[in-house]
């Protein structure tokens, strides 16, 4: 079985989810086999000797051309087989997201259980993130056959965060789909020293995605079925249910998905330059996901430049 590292990131108006409307919080992951750790780090060490910081932000790489040039070509390098991951929730959007939950469990006619966050109240929100973003990676994983060992940037949380993603990465491996996948996928905690380099890069990759949605998430929420889909599927079913299917289509867009000349500082973001890492469905659709401003979780699904489609979890 292949094996990948994802290293994470994450950035925002604070390190973890906020339940506020004026903030934002996103997580970016580099993946990549261990072999390609020397070269990834090669890039990061080019940036750093570019900025003259070893600890160069995403503000920094932003704002210089040779900068961002380096960092967009080294995620298309073709003799790395590098993947990107991101996660994307505005401000309240966790918070608006139990609510929402909540009251279409009693349109479905369901009980509404909020299990115990393994890091109390307080934890509650960066848990839900938690929940959504570890069952992206392990359903990843789990479909393409390939095991991957998860590393974050230091945080005095991890452990809380590791009891999290290893509890909800069970209950995924539980399921005759995903049978097995906690075998598959291991949060490892802190990243080591040796790939402090990558996870500068993976903070750049989650600062890009975060501005990504601060200029053009109203034109995803827009088109954002604000009923919730109450009454399309039942997102009570099991995975392992026949009749369970993914999310709804609920938009197809057929313009640039960001600024175009991503290298050019006019650029806003960089993420049309990259796009086509981010890891793929089996429609081939490279994928981002989110959270809305009203509780909404989606996937971008990206089939060019200029041709992507919004998809929509029912509520």
Same mark, same amino acid.
């Given at each position: 079985m292949r094996?990948?590292? %994802?290293?994470? &990131?994450e950035t925002g108006t604070n390190n973890r989810p906020q339940s506020s409307e004026d903030s934002g919080? =996103?997580? =970016? %992951?580099?993946?990549?086999?261990?072999? !390609?750790? !020397? %070269?990834?780090?090669?890039?990061?060490?080019?940036?750093? /000797?570019? #900025?003259?910081?070893?600890?160069f932000k995403y503000k920094d790489v932003i704002k210089n051309i040779s900068a961002r040039e380096t960092f967009i070509s080294a995620l298309n390098d073709?003799?790395?087989?590098?993947?990107?991951? %991101?996660?994307?929730?505005? =401000? /309240?959007?966790?918070?608006?997201?139990? !609510?929402?939950?909540?009251? /279409?469990?009693? #349109?479905?006619?369901?009980?509404?259980? !909020?299990?115990?966050s393994p890091g109390g109240e307080d934890f509650y929100i960066f848990d839900s993130f938690i929940c959504y973003m570890a069952g992206c990676i392990a359903a990843h994983a789990g479909t393409n056959g390939y095991a991957v060992d998860v590393y974050w940037d230091r945080r005095t949380d991890l452990d809380k965060m590791k009891t999290s993603f290893d509890e909800h990465v069970r209950k995924q491996s539980a399921t005759e789909r995903y049978e097995g996948v906690a075998e598959q996928v291991t949060f490892c905690g802190r990243a080591p020293k040796d790939f402090s380099p990558i996870v500068r890069l993976s903070g750049v990759l989650a600062g890009d995605v975060w501005k990504y949605f601060y200029h053009y998430g109203h034109k995803i929420w827009s088109k954002l &079925?604000?009923?919730?889909?109450? =009454?399309?599927? &039942?997102?009570y079913l099991s995975v392992d249910d026949p009749s369970a299917e993914g999310p709804v289509c609920v938009a197809t867009i057929r313009e640039r998905l960001a600024d175009q000349n991503p290298g050019s500082l006019a650029a806003r973001v960089m993420l049309q330059g990259y796009y086509k890492r981010f890891l793929k469905n089996e429609k081939h659709e490279a994928l981002i996901s989110f959270g809305s401003p009203n509780g909404q979780l989606g996937i971008i699904g990206i089939c060019n430049g200029t041709h992507w489609k919004i998809y929509q979890l029912p509520d």
């Open positions: 094996k990948y590292i %994802a290293i994470f &990131d919080f =996103g997580v =970016g %992951a580099i993946i990549f086999p261990r072999e !390609q750790a !020397q %070269a990834l780090s090669a890039t990061s060490r080019k940036i750093s /000797a570019t #900025l003259k910081s070893e600890d073709p003799r790395l087989s590098v993947q990107v991951f %991101a996660f994307y929730s505005h =401000g /309240a959007c966790m918070v608006h997201e139990r !609510q929402r939950t909540k009251e /279409a469990a009693s #349109l479905y006619r369901r009980t509404f259980e !909020q299990s115990p &079925d604000t009923s919730g889909l109450i =009454g399309n599927l &039942d997102p």
